[in-house]
């Protein structure tokens, strides 16, 4: 029996934690508030929670149940997982997006993770103060340039403790950081919102109360509702924040007994992110930063949709500048933004860990490292160059997570059956999914990814036929050997178990 087969939680809150940290990431902070300045302010939170109604916690109740599902049959990872749940064998060969875009998105994750790492050891060390805000912006420009060896030193250091803690598995090693983890990153995020929305216009330097710019971020522009590509960004957001279309969801939840609620607890870690986001999302990067740089000022800096140029090369500045409780300000933030980062790392390597387990016998502490072994190879060109990251965030981070939605909405509703799936993710419910989720995933979610594909169309031939540099081209080959790679392995774990078909 596979070693991963006998592993679980510890508990029921552990798990809960665990699942929100895995959703609840760098995106939740840096992202969100620009993308709504970007798409309407207040207006974007109606399609934004259209979204997560129609799409969201839909897909959430399918992962949960067909990760649970496949939980009983000793499978922890998505090609197995679909090759119970289907009636052809492509359909595993469809779940390796669920181990493909865990490998790909880790390699650039964990360099965005280590910057929290660097800045939180920059802000106690001192290193912003006395600096401008010109030369902090400088100084992250060189940063991200490799223009020090010190990218590549808190890299390193960010995938060995992504790797150790994943060797310890589940209960000893994920559910424990997210224990504390998750906590620390509220009571951070609360104390920093709190300084955000009560931050006054006084002569030490804010220009502005720092409900300017809670006003500002939610002042609703009507307009943008009728705009596709607002639903897009909506969409891409709920995505993006939930972990959806990773296999990662699948993976934790197939460790769970048959009798465990995944009903409560997929709505509590959905809504959970969904307060950090909206609420502590809201109340930090864009309060203070217009309180002390003014409206037009950040306008101009999350153009794009992005809170990175605030969040690293801004906010540093700004904590600096408050004394001792800068450095207190400096270490919250980034360690928030860490927690967030290494939450949803950890989620990404244990798909790997339990197809390696289930297939091969490679035990999860062994499987961990192999793990970090395939990140430092594939994330090192996403960290010597720009190109290479964008081509695995949006080759893995976008396009792959909405194909593999579409595909596993599918399996689940009309492939499975509705019937059966609805009685999957009712099974052991403390509370009843309403009804009507019975009928938006059989129809109106996957009408809704077919349109969000389709509207991705433009943007994938643009991205596949524009040139690129040396680095990017590197990167496109990387994603696809690892792919096949991945499909290959597949297979051969397909002909090891042909006497154990799961159906």
């Known amino acids: 029996m596979s070693n991963t ?5 510890g508990s029921r809150v552990g798990l ?10 760098l995106g939740n902070f840096l992202r969100f508030p620009a993308q709504a300045i970007e798409n309407g302010g207040g207006a974007f939170i109606i399609p934004y929670l259209v979204c997560f109604l129609l799409m969201g916690l ?9 990760g649970r599902f496949g939980g009983k049959y000793k499978q922890h990872s998505t090609p197995f997982i679909f090759d119970a749940m289907g009636k052809a064998p492509y359909w595993k060969y469809f779940g390796v997006f669920g181990i493909f875009t865990n490998i790909a998105v880790a390699a650039f994750y964990c360099y965005l993770e280590s910057w929290a790492l660097s800045w939180a050891y920059y802000s106690v060390a001192g290193t912003f103060t006395g600096m401008s805000q010109t030369e902090v912006q400088a100084f992250f420009q060189n940063y991200i340039e490799l223009g020090t060896s010190h990218p590549v030193i808190f890299w390193i250091i960010c995938l060995f403790l992504n790797t150790w803690i994943l060797s310890r598995g589940l209960s000893g090693g994920v ?12 009571l951070f995020g609360l104390i920093l919102g709190i300084t955000g929305l009560t931050l006054q216009a006084s002569p030490d330097g804010a220009i502005n109360d720092g409900v300017v710019g809670l006003n500002y971020l939610w002042n609703p522009d009507f307009s943008t509702i009728w705009s596709f590509k607002v639903w897009v960004a909506a969409a891409g957001q709920i995505f993006f924040t939930l972990s959806l279309g990773m296999g990662s969801i699948h993976c934790y939840a197939s460790y769970l007994n048959s009798k465990e609620d995944i009903a409560l607890n ?3 870690a959905g809504w959970m992110n969904e307060f950090v986001e909206v609420v502590l999302g809201s109340m930090i990067i864009i309060p203070i930063s217009i309180g002390y740089l003014g409206i037009e000022a950040v306008t101009n800096m999350v153009s794009g949709g992005s809170g990175l140029g605030i969040g690293f090369a801004v906010l540093p500045k700004l904590f600096a500048d408050w004394g001792a409780f800068g450095v207190v300000a400096g270490l919250m933030w980034f360690g928030l933004l860490f927690f967030a980062g290494i939450t949803s790392s950890l989620a990404m390597g244990t ?4 197809f390696l387990d289930d297939n091969f016998g490679i035990r999860q ?3 961990a490292w192999i793990f970090g072994g395939i990140i430092l190879l594939l994330g090192l060109p996403c960290v010597l160059s720009q190109d290479a990251f964008n081509e695995f965030d949006y080759w893995a981070g976008t396009i792959a997570l909405v194909v593999f939605a579409l595909v596993e909405i599918v399996l689940f509703a009309w492939v499975f059956g509705m019937d059966k799936g609805w009685a999957e993710i009712n099974a052991g419910a403390d509370i009843k999914v309403p009804k009507i989720f019975k009928f938006i995933i059989q129809f109106v979610s996957p009408v809704f990814l077919i349109v969000v594909f389709i509207g991705a169309i433009p943007g994938i031939i643009e ?5 690129t540099s040396f680095y990017g081209w590197m990167a496109r080959f990387l994603l696809l050997a690892l792919f096949a790679l991945i499909c290959v392995f597949v297979y051969i774990a397909s002909k090891r178990n042909q006497s154990s078909k799961l159906y």
């Open 175 to 186: 559910e424990k950081v997210a224990k504390i983890g998750m906590p620390l990153l509220i």
């Open 58 to 66: 839909p897909l959430l109740f399918v992962e949960w149940s067909m």
């Open 463 to 467: 991205n596949a036929t524009k040139d």
């Open 365 to 367: 502490s062994r499987g």
């Open 351 to 354: 798909p790997v860990m339990g």
């Open 5 to 9: 087969a006998s592993a679980g939680w």
């Open 16 to 25: 809960i934690l665990a699942m929100a940290g895995n959703a609840v990431g």
């Open 266 to 268: 997929a709505m509590s």
